[in-house]
């Protein structure tokens, strides 16, 4: 996904001259290389529209709003919490106060960065960066997806954050499809509940799906690469025409997707038959690992899934998503 | 549009009489609302009128001019003395000052950008200014264009990290047209600034970080003026102001006294403050005739 948003803004860059991408001095492999590569990377290939502005994200995302409110649409570049957290103020008072064009991206959502530890797991970013006004939220599931979404955020002004995963969904674009900011992307109807995900653990979500098929029930998928504006019609329709929904995201349960969610169903009064939130609850992992033994551990992957409905259904012949983290 | 000789300005004043309007006017529209930070507001009082009435390129009729000087008061909690001073230059009617902190008013008591004509930045949160207006500068760099942006900044804020992370980014980048001043008053929220985080040796931390330096009496108008007016013959390095001020400058009672960082002068205080203010400057006193906007 990194490499495809670098590729997808280089590729933009004729008709969006305004481009400044800010990095907070990471990057290395695509944004810079050493030597004789150099220059086949973005950096040195567009210094007009590059700034490495050091270790200094609060500076960062300042020098971001301060060129955003002169006309250019800036792009803050770093990995985890550093885009985010770090600079949070800045994000509040200096970019959405003033609705300045820029999109904060975050390379390696989630457990991207698993096995560096719990200062590089971005587990809180969807819930703390969608409570401020003005953002847009998106995490998107596929490479493709963010092929999309990058080009519309080029064209789209005002402030958003983009999460990029290592992983991905893993599922093809079909003929005409395309993901647009705000639209949940269906990617499997059903009939049964719905798994509406966000980010690349959307593939744990079709394996789980593959798997409760087997046992006679029919799920529908949806990409929910937007968490900010929520598609609340996809939302609503999802509990109006499956009975259940289950978010899936490598989050905190508290304040991301499922949350989200759940107030959207709430406020509409449209309550779902059955709603589970799959993610990290409500705690920080204290050992590392890949990004697949982690969603194991910590409940998130296909078996916590496919427990998670079948547990919501009545069938208790799967272990329960309580059994598995208890199992840990 | 070409540029407008500051010579030409339609409501341009005397400085003197521009910082005398700030502390006059801020002293009602602090008193009546209970607002407070009127220290602070008095320490730059004459720093924002030179740079206001003598320095920077505004256009009241076209706030947005494209070529305007682009200003941030990082130091937020001293607004009074940036809407006193757009008012000054005629980008809203005094009248407006009236509702400055009361409510519904557009005018916060940190300085806010919505709906107040000529305020390009709202701050409040110490740290933020200085890195906006690298940001800024870079802007103007990248699109050739020759306005300059100046930053207020307050010592106390210089505890700020974000700060340094300016200063180190501005001079990396030889951002020449960006220019900060600094309210040196030496007296921060709670205690003077020696007893909470030493700044000293203040000067040579900016000329370590790669700025070029300049030290003003902050109420002499004119060494503020040639301060801050011409930029510096090495054109690539950040120009640095420390501005040497006097924490409620205007005011006998007020004056380096850590008490007036927050207190609100009413009642008895309040008539004091008035006859000291004109007290000291009795020309300037019997030539403001601002006052019925308070009424």
Known sequence: MRDTFVQTLESLLPEHQETVLITGDLGFGVLTAPDDEAQTRFGERHPQHFINAGVAEQNMTAIAAGMALQGFKAWTYSIGNFPTLRALEQIRNDICYHDANVTIVAIGGGFSYGQLGMSHFATEDLAIIRALPNMKVLAPCEKWEVTDLVTELCATPGPAYLRIDKSHGGVERRDGEQAKIGKARMVRDGSDGTLIACGGILSEAMIAADRLAEQGLSMRILSMHTIKPLDVDAVLSASRETGGIVSVEEHNVIGGLGSAIAETCLSEGTIPSYFHRIGLADHYPTIVGDQDYLRAQYGMNADAIVAAVLDKLGDSSEATVADLVAAQ | ?295
Not at chain 2, 13 to 34: D, P, T, V
């Open chain 2, 1 to 295: 549009m070409s540029q407008i000789s500051n010579s030409s300005i339609p409501n341009a004043k005397g400085s003197e009489q521009f910082a005398y309007n700030i502390r006059a006017h801020a002293l009602e529209m602090i008193s009546a609302s209970g607002a407070s930070h009127i220290g602070s507001v008095y320490s730059v009082a004459d720093l924002m009128a030179v740079l206001f009435s003598s320095v920077m390129q505004l256009d009241p009729e076209n706030p947005q001019w494209e070529d305007r000087d682009r200003f941030v008061l990082s130091k937020g909690h001293a607004g009074a003395s940036v809407y006193v001073s757009l008012a000054e230059r005629g980008f809203f009617d005094h009248q407006l000052l009236s509702t400055y902190y009361t409510n519904g008013s557009t005018l916060s008591g940190h300085v806010s950008h919505k709906n107040v004509p000529g305020v390009d930045i709202s701050t409040g949160s110490l740290g933020h200014g200085l890195g906006i207006g690298a940001g800024m500068a870079m802007a103007s760099r990248k699109l050739e264009k020759d306005w300059r942006s100046f930053v207020v900044l307050s010592d106390g804020e210089c505890d700020e990290g974000s700060i340094w992370e300016a200063a180190l980014f501005a001079a990396h980048n030889r951002l020449g047209r960006l220019t900060t001043i600094i309210d040196y008053n030496k007296i921060q929220s709670l205690a003077p600034v020696s007893e909470t985080m030493a700044l000293e040796p203040f000067r040579d931390k900016w000329e370590a970080f790669g700025w070029q330096v300049r030290e003003s009496d902050g109420h002499d108008h004119a060494a503020l003026k040639a301060a801050m007016s011409d930029l510096p013959a090495d054109g690539e390095k950040p120009l640095a102001i420390i501005a040497h001020t006097t924490k409620g400058k205007g005011v006998s009672f007020f004056e380096e006294r850590v008490l007036w960082h927050y207190r609100c002068p009413r009642g008895e205080e309040l008539e004091a403050a008035r006859a000291d203010l004109a007290g000291n400057y009795p020309a300037l006193s019997a030539a403001f005739a601002g006052g019925e906007a308070h009424a």
